[in-house]
C-alpha cells in the first residue's frame, strides 16, 4: 500500500513563498514519479508540475513556470514545491501524486493520491 501525504499548505500573502512537502511512503519511492496538481473552488483539477523517478526531469504548468519549483529528496521519500510570486490565483488545494510511470500532466497517469493541504493566497 501506498501513502501519499502533502504538507506545508497555509495563508500568505501576494508576493510571498510557501514550501509544500509531499511524503510518499510505503514501496519504493525513487521507482515513482510525482506530480502536483491543484483545484480551486469550482474548477477543475488542474496540472501545476511534475518530476521524474530521477528527479533529472521537470515540467511545469505555463501558470506556474519561473515562479514554483519542483524537486525531490529520494534519500527522504519526499517531493517538494517551492512557490515564490505567489498570486491571489495560486489559492487552491494542492494535491501530491504518484506513479509507477513515467511523468506526465494527466491526473489519470496517477496511481496514488494525498488528501491535499490547502493554499490561500491574499492581496
Known amino acids: 500500500q501506498v501513502h501519499v501525504v502533502e504538507s506545508g499548505g497555509g495563508l500568505v500573502q501576494a508576493g510571498g513563498s510557501l514550501r509544500l512537502s509531499c511524503a510518499v511512503s510505503?514501496?519504493?519511492?525513487?521507482?515513482?514519479?510525482v506530480g502536483w496538481f491543484r483545484q480551486a473552488p469550482g474548477k477543475d483539477r488542474e496540472f501545476v508540475a511534475a518530476?521524474?523517478?530521477?528527479?533529472?526531469?521537470?515540467q511545469y504548468s505555463d501558470s506556474v513556470k519561473g515562479r514554483f519549483t519542483i524537486s525531490r529528496d529520494n534519500g527522504k521519500n519526499t517531493v517538494y514545491l517551492q512557490m515564490t510570486s505567489l498570486k491571489h490565483e495560486d489559492t487552491a488545494v494542492y494535491y501530491c501524486a504518484a506513479a509507477d510511470s513515467v511523468y506526465d500532466y494527466i491526473p489519470a497517469k496517477y496511481n496514488y493520491w494525498g488528501q491535499g493541504t490547502q493554499v490561500t493566497v491574499f492581496s
Open positions: 510505503g514501496r519504493t519511492f525513487s521507482r515513482y514519479s
Open positions: 518530476i521524474s523517478y530521477s528527479g533529472t526531469s521537470t
